[in-house]
Nanobody
Framework: QVQLVESGGGSVQAGGSLRLSCIAS????????MGWFRQTPGKEREGVAA????????YYADSVKGRFTISRDNAKNTLDLQMNSLKPEDSAMYYC?????????????????WGQGTQVTVST
């Protein structure tokens, strides 16, 4: 059993930065993906960034490439998302996910465990 707890959300002006963190309890194999997803009311949860630690691969949605950076600290069992140059359209509830199939690390259906989410609001 894996539990995930996110933190770091908040309100920021456009152009600003936030760093989200996810602390995992329980063992997570490096052969599984971990990722960050986001969701706004009435929309599907979408993959934002993911990492496959076993091979050091990272994946990003086109909308966040060059602005967001995902990182994993195996020793601390944490997953971070550094978000820079934030835009109002980045506003959403952000979720940490773990134990994802490496066949598609940005696919929400590939993940077994989810956190409760942390809200990010970007104002103009």
């Amino acid at each position: 059993q894996v539990q995930l707890v996110e933190s770091g959300g908040g309100s920021v002006q456009a152009g600003g930065s936030l760093r989200l963190s996810c602390i995992a309890s329980g063992y997570i194999s490096s052969r599984n993906c971990m990722g960050w997803f986001r969701q706004t009311p009435g929309k599907e949860r979408e993959g934002v960034a993911a990492i496959y630690p076993g091979l050091g691969y990272t994946y990003y949605a086109d909308s966040v490439k060059g602005r967001f950076t995902i990182s994993r600290d195996n020793a601390k069992n944490t997953l971070d998302l550094q978000m820079n140059s934030l835009k109002p359209e980045d506003s959403a509830m952000y979720y940490c996910a773990a134990v994802g199939s490496p066949s598609d690390c940005l696919l929400k259906g590939a993940y077994k465990y989810w956190g409760q989410g942390t809200q990010v609001t970007v104002s103009t």
